[in-house]
T-cell receptor
Framework: AQRVTQPEKLLSVFKGAPVELKCNYS??????LFWYVQYSRQRLQLLLRHISRESIKGFTADLNKGETSFHLKKPFAQEEDSAMYYCALRTGGGNKLTFGTGTQLKVEL | DVKVTQSSRYLVKRTGEKVFLECVQDMDHENMFWYRQDPGLGLRLIYFSYDVKMKEKGDIPEGYSVSREKKERFSLILESASTNQTSMYLC??????????FGPGTRLLVL
């Protein structure tokens, strides 16, 4: 069965420091990976997807099939990046997503 | 602008009550989903629907049922609410696989 693991419940960094939110998945086929974000008092929304290979709000994520990882990175954290981040996996061409347990990012001044 | 609305932001019910959570989307999306969100457990899929009157079980369907009589509306039903169903419930819709639009959530407290 597919699984998404986010090992950190909470990640605290200082403003301007690099950020890496870890995500590992287990799936034997060809995966599609996503990052979703929930800012305080806002609804959950898509941040980025691996097939787009784009940078959103300075965040990037590269799919590493050898390590089965899809870590989210940003070189310089900003206060407005504080939020809950979820990694999600789509498998087998289906419509549903399997989410990880989430990582709360706190950017301190 | 994409819009997914949920009937209540906060709900308090008693154990054993039948509870209805309503979700409406205005984007003509085929797919709709119900997740519950719990600290430390993330989002877990309860049920989803890929067409009117069609439904599929997610990862934790026990104690829940759903109804999709119209394309824009997807209802989650707790037949007999229990305290372990206290949670945040999130509805979502999608047209393209993986690209979900979420509602604001319903925080349900079962006493």
């Amino acid at each position: 069965a597919q699984r998404v693991t986010q090992p950190e419940k909470l990640l605290s960094v200082f403003k301007g420091a690099p950020v890496e939110l870890k995500c590992n998945y287990s799936y034997s086929g060809s995966p599609e990976l996503f990052w979703y974000v929930q800012y305080s008092r806002q609804r959950l929304q898509l941040l980025l997807r691996h097939i787009s290979r784009e940078s959103i709000k300075g965040f990037t994520a590269d799919l590493n099939k050898g390590e089965t990882s899809f870590h989210l990175k940003k070189p310089f954290a900003q206060e407005e990046d504080s939020a809950m981040y979820y990694c999600a996996l789509r498998t087998g061409g289906g419509n549903k997503l399997t989410f990880g347990t989430g990582t709360q990012l706190k950017v301190e001044l | 602008d994409v819009k997914v609305t949920q009937s209540s932001r906060y709900l308090v019910k008693r154990t054993g009550e039948k509870v209805f959570l309503e979700c409406v989307q205005d984007m003509d999306h085929e797919n709709m989903f119900w997740y519950r969100q719990d600290p430390g457990l993330g989002l877990r899929l309860i049920y989803f629907s890929y067409d009117v009157k069609m439904k599929e079980k997610g990862d934790i369907p026990e104690g829940y049922s759903v109804s999709r009589e119209k394309k824009e509306r997807f209802s989650l039903i707790l037949e007999s609410a229990s305290t372990n169903q206290t949670s945040m419930y999130l509805c979502a819709s999608s047209e393209r696989a993986g690209l979900l639009y979420f509602g604001p959530g319903t925080r349900l407290l079962v006493l």
